[in-house]
């Protein structure tokens, strides 16, 4: 099971801003391990959103924007568009892990 | 530019072997860890297995751990996952992904297009 929590849905009217947190410990985000964030549309496969907690690859809008603090992270959305409905999901580093990697448990974000 | 072509899914019996295959393409693919990770029907992403750029060091989630194994020929540019012991929980798309860093850490920067494996009797 996943060791970052997210809600599993948020939604929101066009033009809106919605945040989607991910919350994880001590062992993971809490450690100081960078998060990352990953968009699914429906049957495609994941791209990265935002990198290195902050940071929007290259042709990522920056309606989208990142955070971290202490054991969590959130991402925002701002100007809510329909092509923005979509699975996301956060990823850390998890020292406690024989994986070591770990993914949120995911958000469906929603547009009225 | 940056391709990852999965192959190797199909339908296996429970208790059955499969091979998975990722062919990568337009990048010094030594340089880069790769990974594997799976999305069951109607559920969210899971990490299953990742490999270094020498293919010294191998990570497994504790769910796979003993009946899959990761390995890669820098030669042939080529990411492999050869799973038994197959459960029906197994069945999922399973995707190949490229990390941005040679060993641990960093983020899965590009993503195949995804190879379904279905286990059923």
């Given amino acids: 099971q996943s060791v970052l ?8 009217a066009p033009g809106q801003r919605v945040t989607i947190s991910c919350t994880g410990s ?5 450690a ?16 990265v959103l935002i990198y290195g907690n902050t940071n929007r690859p290259s042709g990522v809008p920056d309606r989208f924007s990142g955070s971290k603090s202490g054991t969590s992270a959130s991402l925002a959305i701002t100007g809510l568009q329909a092509e923005d409905e979509a699975d996301y999901y ?23 | 530019e940056v391709q990852l072509l999965a192959s190797g899914g199909g339908l296996v019996q429970p208790g059955g072997s499969l091979r998975l ?8 693919f030594s340089s880069y860890a790769m990974h594997w990770v799976r999305q069951a029907p109607g559920r969210g992403l899971e990490y299953v297995s990742g490999i270094s750029g020498n293919g010294g060091n191998t990570y497994y989630a504790d769910s796979v751990k003993a009946r899959f194994t990761i390995s890669r020929d820098n030669s042939k540019n080529t990411l492999y996952l050869q799973m038994g012991s197959l459960r029906a929980e197994d069945m999922a798309v399973y995707y190949c992904a490229r990390s941005t860093r040679p060993t641990t850490g960093g ?11 279905t286990v059923s009797s």
Avoid: M, R
């Fill in chain 2, 21 to 28: 295959s990722c062919a990568a393409s337009g990048f010094t």
């Fill in chain 1, 90 to 112: 956060c990823q850390s580093y998890d020292s406690s892990l024989s994986a070591l990697y770990v993914f949120g448990t995911g958000t469906k974000v929603t547009v009225l």
């Fill in chain 1, 26 to 30: 001590s062992s993971n985000i809490g």
């Fill in chain 1, 32 to 47: 100081g391990y960078d998060v990352h964030w990953y968009q699914q549309l429906p049957g495609t496969a994941p791209k």
């Fill in chain 2, 107 to 117: 983020f899965f920067e590009w993503w195949g297009q995804g190879a379904l494996v």
């Fill in chain 1, 5 to 12: 929590t997210q809600p599993p849905s948020v939604s929101g």
